[in-house]
């Protein structure tokens, strides 16, 4: 697997362009994940680490972590590839996405890392900026609720709620596009920066369909009254239900679809199989062909 980032991409992640070590190996990361369990407010089937980075390394933590680690599991296959790709496809499309690059452990096996987007950085102190997710806002089961519950969330505690709004329909978009049937209302999340509410960059952009054929939602929320066999119809319905200005949605549906070839390089290009991208490329096609006038 070719790690390569430019320096900007360095300077993002770490605050300069260093490329820091990591002496973990993918056993390591499971034990330690397994001993911080229940101490840690990271949770899902993957494994996942809170690692700071000191001295230029890269090294697990209790508390002050600024990044989390996410490495391969025996449940699902090339996750951290997966949500790496995903996350690149949903930047090209203009989606504002946390932090994030594909590296390696000692043992050479993949692991994700992913900058937090609610910590900040003062000298050598670690700030907790406020962020609560949907879940954690509406109640109830993460899996249960729609998009339209979370659209009258972003209307009662965001700050400028008309342009939160059309990033909660581009994501919601663009996770429909990708496959993604697990972005449940812990994946929305609203982030209190000083006296401004939004949303916050997103996160656990994966192709779910990818690792699970047979998954039984095409969305993990109702949208539109659906779960299953979407259409261009009913996100053009959710768009007119956000209030959105009269031709935006049909514009950013054109713009996605104009960048199917550039979505299937990134795909070819990825550190996926190519059995997997050979399947992602197929999920793509039928979910954009489905948008398509």
């Known amino acids: ?18 490329w820091p070590t990591i002496a973990m190996s993918l056993a390591d990361v499971s034990q330690q994940a397994q001993k911080l369990a229940g101490r840690l407010s990271i949770s899902g089937i993957q494994p996942k680490l809170s690692v700071a980075l000191r001295d230029e390394k890269l090294l697990p933590v209790e508390t002050s972590g600024q990044y989390i680690l996410k490495p391969q599991t025996q449940t699902f296959s090339e ?9 690149q496809m949903g930047r090209l499309f203009g989606v504002k996405t946390a932090e994030n690059i594909l ?30 997710d949907m879940n954690q806002i509406l109640g109830g089961d993460k899996y249960t609720g729609s998009h339209e519950q979370i659209a009258r969330a972003i209307d009662r505690f965001c700050t400028f709620a008309p342009l939160e ?8 978009l663009f996770n429909f596009v990708i496959g993604n049937g697990d972005a449940h209302k812990k994946n929305f999340s609203l982030l209190t920066d000083g006296k401004t509410v939004a949303l916050s960059p997103a996160y656990d952009l994966v192709s779910s369909r990818l690792v699970i054929p047979d998954e039984s939602d095409e969305l993990a929320l109702s949208l539109n009254g659906r779960q ?5 119809r009913d996100f053009l319905a959710f768009a007119e239900y956000l209030q959105m200005p009269a031709g935006f949605a049909k514009r950013r ?5 104009n960048l199917q070839s550039e979505f299937h390089r990134q795909i070819d290009q990825s550190a996926l199989s190519g059995e997997l991208r050979l399947r992602f490329a197929e999920i793509l096609v039928k979910r954009t062909g489905r948008l398509a006038i």
């Open 165 to 172: 709004r059309q990033r909660l329909f581009e994501l919601t």
């Open 1 to 18: 697997m070719k790690l390569d980032y430019s320096a900007k991409t360095l300077r993002a992640m770490f605050g300069k362009p260093i």
């Open 253 to 257: 549906i054109a713009q996605l679809l």
């Open 103 to 132: 590296l390696e452990l000692a043992d050479d096996s993949p692991a994700y890392l992913v900058k937090r987007f609610d910590r900040r950085k003062h000298g050598k102190r670690i700030e907790k900026i406020p962020c609560e």
């Open 228 to 232: 299953n066999r979407l259409t261009r």
């Open 79 to 87: 996750l951290p590839q997966n949500e790496y790709v995903c996350m």
